[in-house]
């Protein structure tokens, strides 16, 4: 049984609903940040980052910043690449759109390779950009929150290192890392980015990323200072390697309490295979999809093989928009999003399906939450 306060299930694609034990370590005492415990639940945390990004590699690097998953952006933005050099965006849907627009704000020539809305730019459209001129970076949504569309990052990651080999392959994974297998070091990454709100169960806050030994090379070798002051490779480095080796360090003061929540959810998380996590969420996500057809009803990711683990973004029968459904839905105790992509965001609904929700089988979130649905499209008379 729950100890938090009686709610509406929050079911929307990120915050997540969380676990007690998450939430109550959140309710820590105040502490020092460079203090001998919270130095250690720090690194302690940046430890279990490596198990969940799946990266043995001594050369890859994990950070825990404090801001949103946004911050990412602007981290690979102000270091990884330079003022009029050439990004490759794979567009699946609006965070394509804005993560260009954050490499255009540090001067980076954005060059966005389109796909029809809920599709993936295929690997022949992504060989022939990538052979057009010389990207620094490859920037990939790996599951794009306002349509569903899950990108294979593994075979993009082989094409670039075939073609383009110097190019860095950077992966938003902020509605993936936690539901969506990533393989930093097998797949041969350079940056994933996520935030700590969705698939990995914390409050949100935390900016996560790890950075492969050739993403730190780049920095290295910059003919320029980075572009960001609170976004600096060049001041987060030093504070991250020292917090991992058990040495207090300062460079601006880290969310504590939101640590201690991060500590907490990554030690429940790598506490058992991975692979059960992955397992768990594809058996829910098939689940939701299998209903949402029993409706009659289509996903805005039309392809099997293109559709996330961690959302389901459900196309609203004709003469249907989301103030018809959301409020009844609310009303039967579970709470979804509407659509987000700006040319068709009346259209449709999110259903975020991921972390606990999923993976406490003490919970009933996903099955209230198909009932609910049920129900509404009957009341609606679609």
């Known amino acids: 049984m729950s100890s938090q306060a009686p709610h509406s299930t929050l079911l929307i694609p990120g915050p997540i609903e969380f676990d ?106 992504i060989e022939a950009a990538l052979k057009e001129k010389d990207y620094k970076v490859i920037t990939i949504t790996h599951v794009d929150t306002s349509t569903g569309v899950l990108s294979d990052i593994k075979s993009v990651a082989e094409l670039v290192r075939r073609v383009s080999p110097n190019t860095l392959v950077v992966v938003d994974g902020v509605c993936s890392v936690g539901c969506e297998e990533i393989a930093f070091d097998a797949w041969d990454i350079d940056v994933v980015l996520t935030a700590s709100q969705k698939a990995i169960g914390c409050p949100p806050g935390l900016s996560v990323l790890m950075l492969s030994g050739r993403a730190m090379d780049r920095f290295n070798t910059r003919s320029s200072p980075p572009a960001s002051y609170y976004a600096s490779m060049q001041n987060w480095l030093p504070i991250m390697k020292n917090y991992e080796a058990g040495k207090p360090s300062y460079f601006a003061t880290p969310a504590t309490q939101l640590v201690r929540a991060l500590h907490t959810t990554l030690s429940q998380v790598t506490s058992r295979p991975l692979a059960e996590r ?67 965001a009346s259209t449709y609904i999110r259903f975020g399906h991921m972390g606990v929700s999923v993976t406490d089988p003490a919970r009933d979130d996903i099955e209230k939450a198909i009932t609910a649905l049920k129900e509404v499209f009957a009341e609606v008379g679609k």
């Open 278 to 344: 992955f397992t768990a969420h594809a058996t829910a996500s098939a689940r939701v999809k299998a209903a949402v057809a029993e409706l009659g009803l289509q996903q805005l990711a039309l392809k099997p093989e293109n559709q996330a683990n961690a959302m389901t973004a459900i196309k609203l029968p004709e003469g249907v928009t989301p103030p018809d459904v959301l409020p009844l839905l609310m009303k039967k105790g579970v709470v979804f999003a509407g659509g987000l992509h700006k040319q068709c």
């Open 20 to 125: 007690d034990a998450v939430l109550q370590s959140m309710s820590h005492f105040a502490e020092s940040h460079v203090g001998p415990p919270f130095v250690k639940i720090f690194g302690d945390s940046l430890r279990m980052l490596r198990q969940l990004f799946q990266t043995t590699n001594p050369a890859s690097q994990p950070l825990i910043l404090s801001g949103s998953g946004t911050l990412g952006w602007d981290l690979v933005a102000s270091n990884l690449i330079e003022r009029g050099e050439n990004a490759l965006i794979l567009h699946t849907g609006y965070f394509a759109d804005s993560f260009a627009a954050c490499l255009e704000t540090y001067g980076v020539n954005a060059t966005q390779l389109k796909a029809p809305i809920g599709d993936r730019p295929s690997l022949a459209e």
